[in-house]
């Protein structure tokens, strides 16, 4: 079923059509939820698949010899490829249909998977995780404009938040995973592990998702013509505060809890473990909440993450309250893909293949950007103040989505 193009404002808090009668969500085929959840699990699996490295690197740079900073590179290279392919990806599959698009990059998964447990030197590794890149890239910026075809308007939040719910729970358990599995089959047969399930994920996808031929706008080359609209920029300039922030202090985590709140290796498993945990609830709860309070949502996200960044400062050396501290940080912080990916669908729904793409590219941007920005003030000025500068660019980001929201009044 085809989402309807909005022909007014009908994001803004607080606001709904007099008199509108929506459609029940049970009026959905069984069917377009299958598909949803078909992409959820690719995702999940995506996910799983970019960060698995994370735990496997010392016995990589051991067989493939090189060192562990190389190896890390696999990592890095998944990203660059995702951004090239998020800004390329609407217009080269602009005459093609949808549903066979996304199969392609579901197939580039199981290729990358085979590949990279196969590798025989440091070479193939990288070509194989250029290619999951790749995957990431297209599936991604591809996904908020087919859940919007697939189920009606007031159901895009909730085919949104079971995205995002395989987001956090790969997020969450890939690297306890990659170190478990690696222990007992290594890591070349932890990396093949994920392969059946991609090719699960590709089946399911390919029976379930119905013909998607291109339409409209969809496909438009140049996705940056986007930014010429205020709110669109202003959008995109809070989402990129947003993962900046975020991952500046996410990506350095482990160091915090281990030397600051001095908890075991198995208490840091379960505070990240709880932290997942809480993100699947988050896209749950926000799911139901941002039909009527979607800039409310926007705005407040990140003024929330960046408290409890200033609450990690200040009460970091007590385990209950960084526990505390943590879960809200998973609540809040896997919720948010799911109110900009409202945003999107709603602000642009005659570009949201376009958009979607400009949206990952930025959000991969802001990745490498802040865990990089972060890791030079962990280094050269301490932790507390890479968590400091977490808590002003998510202060910003709060900002900014306050001014997106003003210019939708406009």
């Not at 087919?146 to 159901?155: G, W």
């Not at 602000?347 to 802040?370: K, S």
Request: with cysteine; aromatic share 8%.
């Amino acid at each position: 079923m085809t989402q309807q193009a909005l022909t007014r404002p009908e994001f803004l808090d607080g606001e709904a059509e007099p008199n509108a009668v929506a459609p029940a969500t049970s009026a959905v085929p069984v069917a377009a939820w299958g598909a949803v959840v078909s992409m959820a699990l690719c995702v999940a699996v995506l996910i799983a698949s970019e960060f698995m490295p994370v735990s496997l690197l010392s016995p990589i740079a051991i067989e493939l010899g090189v060192t562990e900073g190389r190896a890390g590179q696999a990592i890095s290279i998944s990203g660059i490829f995702a951004v090239l392919t998020s800004l390329l990806v609407a217009g080269l599959t602009r005459r093609l249909d949808r549903r066979l698009v996304l199969a392609s990059f579901s197939l580039i998964l199981v290729i990358s998977g085979t590949i990279v447990t196969f590798a025989p030197n440091y070479l193939v590794l990288m070509i194989g995780r250029a290619m999951l890149g790749v995957a990431i890239g297209g599936f991604w910026s591809m996904s908020t404009s087919i859940v919007m075809r697939l189920v009606p308007e007031q159901s895009v939040p909730k085919g949104l938040a079971m995205l995002n719910a395989g987001n956090a729970i790969a997020a969450t358990i890939s690297a306890p995973l990659g170190s478990l599995l690696g222990n007992y089959i290594g890591w070349r047969g932890a990396f093949f592990a994920i392969v059946p399930l991609a090719l699960v994920a590709l089946v399911w996808q390919w029976i379930s998702l119905p013909s998607l031929p291109p339409q409209g706008n969809e496909g438009s080359s140049n996705v940056f013509r986007l930014l010429r609209r205020p709110q669109v920029a202003t959008g995109m300039a809070s989402i990129m505060l947003l993962f900046m922030g975020q991952f500046a202090l996410f990506t350095y985590l482990r160091p915090f809890l281990e030397t600051v709140t001095e908890v075991s290796i198995s208490t840091l498993s379960l505070l990240l473990l709880l932290m997942g945990l809480a993100g699947v609830v988050g896209t749950y709860l926000v799911s139901h909440l941002v039909q009527k309070r979607l800039f409310s949502i926007l705005v407040a996200i990140p003024l929330i993450m960046g408290v409890i960044a200033l609450g990690l400062i200040t009460l970091g050396s007590s385990a209950a309250f960084t526990a505390i501290l943590l879960i809200g940080w998973g609540l809040f912080g896997t919720a948010a893909p799911v109110g900009w990916g409202t945003w999107l669908s709603r602000t642009m729904p005659d570009d949201a293949e376009a958009g979607g793409g400009l949206q990952v590219a930025t959000i991969q941007l802001a990745i490498t950007l802040g865990a990089s920005t972060g890791g030079v003030l962990f280094d050269a000025a301490g932790w507390w103040t890479t968590f400091l500068f977490a808590a002003s660019l998510l202060a910003g980001s709060s900002l900014l989505a306050a001014a997106a929201w003003r210019s939708a009044h406009r």
